[in-house]
């Protein structure tokens, strides 16, 4: 697969979008951390986390924690090395609780297309599990 790399227009933003989406339904934290600049700065929610090995520790976590886990990212602007996205994702707790959190992240990509700066925060909802989009 071709590099994604600035400045973007829609066709690229878009393809970047849904190459994140793929990448982080693997559920694998040190393919996911390979997105990433060495020294990659995340606010999720209320963590806040530099570098690749605490992003794969910070994944690790969050996919050991949240089961079936299923992700949908969808372009909401961009500029020439900025992407937001809107995303909504699902999961299932360890006491069999689904839940659906909504949110947006707000992207920053490096001349060579990784992200050194990613930006999110998002609301988790429960539901029933008749009510689950993504199977």
Not at 38 to 66: P, Y
Not at 102 to 117: K, P, S
Request: one cysteine or more.
């Amino acid at each position: 697969m071709a590099a994604l790399v600035p400045p973007f227009d829609e066709e690229s933003a878009i393809a970047k979008v849904q190459r994140a989406e793929d990448l982080w339904n693997t559920k694998d934290p040190a393919k996911v951390a390979l997105a990433y600049t060495e020294d990659s700065e995340w606010r999720n929610r209320d963590v806040f986390l530099r570098g690749r090995a605490q992003i794969i520790d910070f994944l690790t976590q969050k996919w050991e924690a949240e089961k079936e886990y299923k992700l949908r990212k969808h372009l909401f602007c961009f500029t020439h090395n900025k992407i937001a996205v809107e995303f909504e994702y699902e999961f299932v707790d360890a006491d069999g609780q689904w839940w659906r959190a909504y949110g947006i992240e707000h992207w920053t990509f490096d001349e060579h297309g990784l992200m050194q700066r990613r930006d999110m925060s998002a609301n988790n909802i429960p539901i029933k599990e008749a009510e689950r989009m993504f199977r």
